[in-house]
């Protein structure tokens, strides 16, 4: 089962930061925090994950709150392209990749 | 590096006819997993492989659904009989080795399943 609550929908203004929330209260100390992404018609796309620092690489940047249990997903400048469910996953080690319903994201030019 | 590759794309057959998906992960991944999902709803984990054994079929409809991974490369899954509400997208995954912090999956494009 799912270990994370996320919304169901966020539109995002064209060239604005997307911000989207996850809430997972009953995180474990040696779960990590994963982000996916599904574009229509494609498989699941990795986008980052973390234990509890905040990480950046070049798609995004993953916002950890110190007691762990809620995190954020920031895409600085959404573009059209962004347009997808995202899932937020947490995963223990060597646990398996559970995805929820995730957020339909609706970047609007 | 070359992707997660899956054939066929699409595929349409009558209930209780029988269908066959393969999967080529990337190469040197030692963790396979197959998801099902139903439109409208997140991917379901229905079995991982760590090389050619099974680490977890818990969600495998196991009267109907098969996988092998024979050589730990290549992976089939199998559905006999079918029926209408197996009509999904069937997604294959791989990662390198199980269990450790890096292994993001890296997912192909799916077959599309349609049974009427």
């Known amino acids: 089962d799912a270990k994370t609550t996320q919304p169901t929908s966020m539109d995002c203004a064209e060239g604005r930061a997307a911000n989207l929330p996850c809430n997972h209260s009953?995180?474990?100390?040696?779960?990590?925090v994963y982000w996916y992404r599904q574009i229509h018609s494609q498989g699941p796309q990795y986008i980052i994950h973390g234990l509890k620092n905040n990480e950046t690489n070049e798609m995004a940047s993953l916002i950890i709150t110190e007691d762990r249990k809620s995190s954020t997903l920031i895409l600085p400048h959404a573009t059209l392209r962004d347009t997808a469910v995202y899932y937020c996953?947490?995963?223990?080690?060597?646990?398996?990749?559970?995805f929820g319903a995730g957020t339909i994201l609706r970047v609007k030019s | 590096e070359a992707g997660v590759a899956q054939s066929p794309r699409y595929k349409i057959i009558e209930k209780r006819q029988s269908v066959a998906f393969w999967c080529n992960p990337i190469?040197?991944?030692?963790?396979l997993y197959w998801y099902q999902q139903i439109l409208g709803q997140g991917p379901k984990l229905l079995i991982q492989f760590q090389n050619n054994g099974v680490v977890d079929d818990s969600q495998l409809p196991k009267d109907r659904f098969s996988a092998e991974r024979l050589k730990g490369v290549d992976s089939t899954l199998k559905i006999q009989p079918a029926k209408l509400e197996d009509s999904a997208v069937y997604l294959c995954?791989?990662?390198?080795?199980?269990?450790?912090?890096?292994?993001?999956?890296?997912f192909g494009q799916g077959t599309r399943l349609t049974v009427v």
């Open positions: 996953i947490v995963r223990g080690y060597g646990n398996k990749l559970v």
């Open positions: 009953t995180i474990s100390g040696n779960e990590y």
């Open positions: 995954a791989s990662s390198r080795i199980w269990g450790q912090d890096n292994t993001e999956a890296f």
């Open positions: 190469s040197g991944h030692a963790t």
